[in-house]
Every structure is written in structure tokens, then in C-alpha cells.
């Protein structure tokens, strides 16, 4: 079946640091959405892209899709303490009605 | 806040009990989707429902049963509970049925689930 992976699987930086987490599908995917959640808390929708090489960014953070649609990547520049928590990247199978396969996901922890 | 109702927070329960896990997604939302997360395992997709139809399936064990009613809310059962079902199941809605293009995914708050 599909896999979805993420590295890496933790990440430690320092406050101001940049960071990044990449994905990689086992299949093309149609469309890939990344969430973040903090610690304690539930998975929270962050974006979704669906064009091969679409960029989007959210003020500090940008977000790729690969050219074959079956990688991405997450980047946020100058990380801030609220920035904590782990990233994952979500996307569906072919012709598998509407389920989202979770990769891994990073958890970014951030030192001040 | 979400908008998707998550009952109860905290279930503790012995092994070889059954309980129901209950969700109320957000208004306007016909897809439930549940999940199963645990440290070693991340996010693993059990099943979605659509509009009362169960539309997609992952890997659920033959001892988790789900299903969807008129009034969308969605119910979880889990019997025969082992040590290894401890986890943490969160429920998700979205407006539509996914496919080609998937709408985003509202989580709960989840249900922390121990079995002693």
C-alpha cells in the first residue's frame, strides 16, 4: 500500500534557526496537506497544495511540491518558540475513496 | 476550537472490555474520519464515513466497528480490549468525500483511551 515518510523524525534547534521537514510518497500523489500539532493538543490543518511544483508560503513558512508530485517539503525560517510541535504531511491514495495517509511526522523542538 | 465534539476525554478500562468512543463533527461536515495515534505508531487511519456510508477503510482490526448516523455523529466501538489498544483516537471531519482533491480535516480533541 501507499507510505508516506517524513524526515527527520525529530529536530532540535535553536530559536532563530531555520528548519525543515521533507515527505516522500511511494505513489503520486493528487493533492498533500500538512498539520501541525502542538504538544498535548489535536493535529490542526496548515495548507494544502495540489499543482506539481507549487510553492505557498504562510509568513515564515513555505511549503513545496515536488515536480512529480510525490515529495514535499515544509520550510520555516527563523524559528520561534511557538513554532513547537510536530509537522506532519497528509496525502491520499489513488482511487482510495477520501483517507488521508499520515506520514511520521517531525517534532520540532525549539530552545530560546 | 475546531467545532468537532470529541466523548469522553479519558477512558480507562481492563482488557477484554468493549467501549464506544463518540464523535459530533463540525456543521456542515458529512465525512468522519477516525484515527488511532500511539508514540510508536503516529497517525493511523481507521475508517471514514461519508454521509452515513462507510467510504474508506485502513488497517482496523476486526474488533473495531464504526458507523455513522442520520444525524452524522459517528461512534467508535472497541471490544475485547488489549494492553496495545491504549492510545490516543482522535475523530476528524471535512465537508466533503475526498478523492482527487480533499478538503481539510477538523480534528477533535480526541479520546485518551488506557486499557489496564
Not at chain 1, 531555520?18 to 501541525?36: A, G, V
Not at chain 2, 474488533?63 to 448516523?69: G, L, M, T
Not at chain 2, 494492553?83 to 471535512?94: H, N, P, T, V
Request: charged share 15%; with cysteine.
Amino acid at each position: 500500500g501507499q507510505q508516506v515518510m517524513q524526515i527527520p523524525q525529530y529536530q532540535h534547534v535553536q530559536e532563530g534557526e531555520d528548519f525543515t521537514t521533507y515527505c516522500n510518497s511511494s505513489t503520486t500523489l493528487s493533492n498533500i496537506q500538512w498539520y501541525k500539532q502542538r504538544p498535548g493538543g489535536h493535529p490542526v490543518f496548515l495548507i494544502q497544495l495540489v499543482k506539481s511544483g507549487e510553492v505557498k508560503k504562510q509568513k515564515r513558512l513555505t511549503f513545496q511540491f515536488g515536480e512529480a508530485k510525490k515529495n514535499s517539503s515544509l520550510h520555516i525560517t527563523a524559528t520561534q518558540t511557538t513554532d513547537v510541535g510536530t509537522y506532519f504531511c497528509a496525502g491520499p491514495p489513488f482511487n482510495q475513496g477520501g483517507k488521508l495517509i499520515f506520514g511520521q511526522g517531525t517534532e520540532l523542538s525549539v530552545k530560546p | 476550537d475546531s467545532g468537532v465534539t470529541q466523548t469522553p476525554k479519558h477512558l480507562i478500562t481492563a482488557t477484554g472490555q468493549r467501549v464506544t468512543l463518540r464523535c459530533s463533527p463540525r456543521s456542515g461536515d458529512l465525512s468522519v474520519y477516525w484515527y488511532q495515534q500511539s508514540l510508536d505508531q503516529g497517525l493511523q487511519f481507521l475508517i471514514q464515513y461519508y454521509n452515513g456510508e462507510e467510504r474508506a477503510k485502513g488497517n482496523i482490526l476486526e474488533r473495531f466497528s464504526a458507523q455513522q448516523f442520520p444525524d452524522l455523529h459517528s461512534e467508535l466501538n472497541l471490544s475485547s480490549l488489549e494492553l496495545g489498544d491504549s492510545a490516543l483516537y482522535f475523530c476528524a471531519s471535512s465537508v466533503g468525500a475526498g478523492g482527487s482533491y480533499n478538503s481539510p480535516l477538523h480534528f477533535g480533541n480526541g479520546t485518551r483511551l488506557t486499557v489496564t
